[in-house]
């Protein structure tokens, strides 16, 4: 079964930064295409981030994009996520996802089949 | 953007009826729609995924259907452990932007 731990997540404060951590087991992580969705405090789901496989190709949402890197190492089985210039609105709970499907111009059957437990941001002075 | 609708926002149910929870996208998706099922302080679990194709070890009586703007996820027979928050997904073509629906919260009735 697809194990997937975040860390990192705490409280900071507004204007900080804070570099989040997955770690991957139990299925072939080289080989996948890894994503951060988070969930506000009793919201929805929010995509923040995806990377591709070799890690060669990022994107992420309007909401995050210029302040969140997404990056990885494969050789530590890793997925991170750098988070820059917090706000009050990037306090969630952070998921790390791994994603079935590719981010291929056009594959859009492109979906999360396996979730952390997720790590809490809390952004406050 | 692709905007996806979900209908309704609550939906009270008591176990053994059947649930029966929509999406609707503001342009076609084709057929590139999944369905998540979230329960309280639990991480989102994939249950469908190109609008009809159970993931791997979902039940029977979850099941997807729709294709274009219209989908519909139905639970044939509702299992106290069903009730949950379910969302609907879907990948932009170009570039690669997942938008979720803002969710259904399946309750007991």
């Known amino acids: 079964e697809v194990q997937l731990l975040e860390s990192g997540g705490g409280l900071v404060q507004p204007g900080g930064s804070l570099r989040l951590s997955c770690t991957a087991s139990?299925?072939?992580?080289?080989?996948?295409?890894m994503a951060w969705v988070r969930q506000a405090p009793g919201k929805g789901l929010e995509w923040v981030s995806a990377l591709s496989a070799s890690g060669g190709a990022t994107y992420y949402a309007d909401s995050v994009g210029g302040r969140f890197t997404i990056s990885r190492d494969n050789s530590k089985n890793s997925l991170y996520l750098q988070m820059n210039s917090l706000t009050a609105d990037d306090t969630a709970i952070y998921y790390c996802a791994k994603v079935r499907g590719s981010l291929r111009l056009g594959e859009s059957s492109s979906y999360f089949d396996s979730w952390g437990q997720g790590t809490l941001v809390t952004v406050s002075s | 953007e692709i905007v996806l609708t979900q209908s309704p926002a609550i939906l009270s149910l008591s176990p053994g009826e059947r649930a029966t929870l929509s999406c609707r996208a503001s342009q076609t998706v084709f057929r590139y729609l999944a369905w998540y099922q979230q329960k309280p302080g639990q991480a989102p679990r994939l249950l469908i995924f190109d609008a009809s194709n159970r993931a791997t070890g979902i039940p029977a009586r979850f099941s997807g259907s729709g294709s274009g703007t219209d989908f519909t996820l139905t639970i044939s027979s509702l299992e106290p452990e069903d009730f949950a928050v379910y969302y609907c997904?879907?990948?932009?073509?170009?570039?690669?932007?997942?938008?979720f629906g803002q969710g259904t919260k399946l309750e007991i009735k």
């Open positions: 997904q879907h990948r932009n073509h170009w570039p690669p932007e997942y938008t």
């Open positions: 139990k299925f072939s992580f080289s080989t996948s295409v």
